[in-house]
């Protein structure tokens, strides 16, 4: 099979995110939302996900690059005729005290050379490509209509060409200017520029106050960026991808619907903001783990919706598929599941909120109460089995991972209490906290040396690398080398890639790896001071990104291919933390005192 990988980078404005393929399509675009149906998705069909391509005559070939330290991406296409660059944006910048984020999609296109023509073709679709919008013409627009709001493409070409598939000359820069409910009112060409250069400066400046070491630099800006445009702005959530129902690997059936906030994500996520020094979205992210821990008075469900919904009823629509992969699932039935690793996540996740000084008194004045809650949350869940972090369908175990981070959480809880001068509640943590580990104790083989995926089986399980990363064992202790090394024996795959697990699931035995787990070996080959393999094991990691140098969740090893939903938030997490925890080693050989 040949290799796979996503021909698509991403542009954003933290209220949408919009695919650009390398042969110029918005191959994805989800309005008004996130979680919206797509207006074009030929990602999932070619006939029924519409199009909007900037295409010229004939054959020809295509070169993506992003504008350095921005996420406004350029495709230069040279056909026999020239060469044009499309320049792809969403405006963000600063503006009446608030950030300039519209519904908007700015398309540039200018010769570079030559006399290239080219046919504009845009065909918008409703309720995941049932049908397509009508279109109407206006004095210098096409309004399209069949959505709760409009959607209008504002032009200085011809609409006479558009609508009947015409070739244009490039004979000066063009400007497609789409927009859903409020359109562009105000002249076409200074305004698209004025909103690019402003975005353009509003991303490098950006960047100039991200706290990045020189290590990997590149690539962490990268990866910064693409995770800042997965926040959801208006309420602070951090979806896991855009995209739904890019399979893990071909024909494999495993096609899930991410376009939604994990709780389990949530402390790597924070943790990946603060490494880089970035409070403004860990407050926004913070504003919404805080209202769903004080609206969710019953247990708590693994993922929401990006404004904090519960009911993410999972459904198939009939749609080609990537690459002919069904089903197409809208919602995720994940929802469901009982994962009780979530409220230790909860508990580690809002602990800055009394360490970090940056946080005021009135951000947590009411402490005690919630703190009791989740306590209380903990004592109730710490002897069930769950889903676990992998979500199996149709197993339920006692999982190592969801113990260590009820473990980790109660850790948290003994210094919240200790700020809050809570001794009861101290003590009450303290009790769940060995409780826990009682827990974890139970899955550790002692023939073999290693923890095992959960109590009563010999699986194991890449999650239990977090054993380490979290100084549940101590990293320079001979258990945590031998565990590492267990780990390493049965989940290491070639080029340096790594297994969730190896074991049947309800889907099968998995084929491809999982790159985030790949990150955490990273991270635990640093912690174990083993900082040169770390380092080399980075570097190998960094092959596995497209063109643009965007990171898949999933990962072939036999030849590379990139699989799963695209690009995925949580895998730039992943770099983003590995490159932190190899860049603090390397500094401070006293690092296992400080993480």
């Known amino acids: 099979m040949q290799k796979h990988t996503y021909q698509s980078g991403i542009i954003g404005?933290?209220?949408?995110?919009?695919?650009?393929?390398?042969?110029?399509?918005?191959?994805w675009l989800c309005w008004p939302r996130f979680d919206s149906s797509f207006v074009f998705g030929s990602l999932l069909d070619r006939e029924k996900g519409g199009t909007f391509t900037i295409l010229p005559e004939g054959p020809f070939t295509t070169h993506q690059f992003y504008l350095e330290n921005t996420n406004i991406l350029c495709t230069h296409v040279e056909c026999d005729e020239g060469i044009y660059r499309?320049?792809?944006?969403?405006?963000?910048?600063?503006?009446?005290?608030?950030?300039y984020k519209p519904l908007m999609l700015v398309r540039k296109i200018q010769a570079l050379s030559g006399n290239p023509r080219v046919k504009v073709t845009c065909r918008p679709t409703k309720n995941y490509g049932e049908s397509d919008l009508k279109m109407y013409t206006g004095s210098n627009h096409l309004q399209y209509y069949g959505l709760e709001n409009p959607i209008r493409l504002t032009s200085n070409f011809s609409l006479s060409h558009i609508i009947e598939g015409k070739y244009s000359a490039l004979n000066e820069p063009k400007y497609l200017v789409l927009t859903y409910g409020s359109p562009l009112?105000?002249?076409?060409?200074?305004?698209a520029e004025d909103f690019l250069r402003k975005t353009t400066s509003y991303w490098q400046q950006w960047i100039k106050n991200t706290g990045i070491g020189n290590m990997f630099q590149e690539h962490v800006i990268r990866s910064s960026l693409?995770?800042?445009?997965?926040?959801?702005?208006?309420?602070?959530?951090?979806?896991?991808?855009?995209?739904t129902s890019l399979p893990e690997f071909d024909q494999s059936g495993r096609t899930w619907d991410y376009r939604f906030c994990w709780l389990r994500d949530a402390y790597y996520i924070l943790q990946?903001?603060?490494?880089?020094?970035?409070?403004?979205?860990?407050?926004?992210?913070?504003?919404?783990?805080?209202?769903?821990?004080?609206?969710?008075?019953?247990?708590?469900?693994?993922?929401?919706?990006?404004?904090?919904?519960?009911?993410?009823?999972?459904?198939?629509?009939?749609?080609?598929?990537?690459?002919?992969?069904?089903?197409?699932?809208?919602?995720n039935q994940a929802s469901e599941h009982i994962q009780n690793d979530a409220y230790g996540q909860m508990l580690l996740s809002l602990l800055p909120l009394y360490t970090d000084k940056r946080f005021t008194y009135a951000e947590r004045h009411d402490s005690a109460p919630w703190l009791e809650r989740m306590l209380l949350k903990i004592e109730n869940t710490i002897d069930e089995e769950d889903a676990g972090i992998w979500e199996f369908r149709h197993l339920a175990q006692r999982h190592c991972y969801t113990n260590l981070f009820q473990w980790a959480g109660c850790q948290a809880a003994i210094r919240i209490a200790r700020?809050?001068?809570?001794?009861?509640?101290?003590?009450?943590?303290?009790?769940?906290?060995?409780?826990?580990?009682?827990?974890?104790?139970?899955?550790?083989?002692?023939?073999?040396?290693?923890?095992?995926?959960?109590?009563?089986?010999?699986?194991?399980?890449?999650?239990?690398?977090?054993?380490?990363?979290?100084?549940?064992?101590?990293?320079?202790?001979?258990?945590?080398?031998?565990?590492?090394?267990?780990v390493e024996k049965e989940l290491k795959a070639p080029g340096g890639l790594f297994y969730r697990y190896k074991h049947k699931d309800d889907f099968g035995v998995p084929e491809t790896t999982f790159l985030i787990t790949a990150f955490?070996?990273?991270?635990?080959?640093?912690?174990?001071?083993?900082?040169?393999?770390?380092?080399?094991?980075?570097?190998?990691?960094?092959?596995?990104?497209?063109?643009?140098?965007?990171?898949?969740?999933?990962?072939?090893?036999?030849?590379?291919?990139?699989?799963?939903?695209?690009?995925?938030?949580?895998?730039?997490?992943?770099?983003?933390?590995?490159?932190?925890?190899?860049?603090k080693k390397m500094d401070k050989p006293d690092f296992y005192n400080n993480i």
């Open 13 to 27: 404005n933290c209220a949408f995110i919009a695919h650009v393929n390398k042969n110029t399509d918005i191959s």
């Open 86 to 99: 499309i320049t792809d944006f969403a405006p963000r910048f600063f503006q009446y005290e608030r950030f």
């Open 185 to 191: 009112e105000a002249p076409l060409e200074s305004t």
């Open 226 to 243: 693409a995770l800042k445009i997965h926040q959801f702005e208006d309420t602070g959530a951090i979806i896991a991808a855009s995209t």
């Open 272 to 331: 990946a903001f603060n490494n880089i020094g970035h409070f403004e979205e860990m407050e926004h992210y913070f504003h919404y783990l805080s209202n769903i821990s004080e609206n969710e008075k019953g247990r708590y469900q693994p993922l929401f919706s990006i404004t904090g919904d519960a009911d993410l009823t999972e459904r198939e629509v009939e749609l080609e598929g990537y690459l002919g992969n069904k089903p197409v699932r809208v919602g």
């Open 419 to 486: 700020h809050i001068k809570s001794h009861a509640l101290e003590i009450k943590a303290l009790e769940l906290s060995d409780r826990a580990a009682k827990h974890i104790e139970a899955c550790y083989d002692e023939e073999r040396q290693v923890y095992t995926q959960a109590v009563g089986t010999s699986n194991l399980d890449a999650s239990t690398l977090q054993l380490i990363m979290m100084n549940y064992i101590d990293p320079r202790s001979e258990r945590a080398k031998k565990h590492l090394e267990a």
């Open 520 to 583: 955490w070996h990273v991270e635990a080959l640093a912690c174990v001071g083993r900082t040169d393999e770390a380092v080399h094991a980075f570097e190998n990691l960094l092959k596995y990104t497209n063109h643009l140098g965007l990171l898949s969740e999933d990962v072939l090893s036999s030849d590379g291919s990139q699989w799963g939903n695209f690009p995925q938030a949580y895998s730039h997490v992943g770099l983003m933390n590995a490159a932190y925890r190899i860049a």
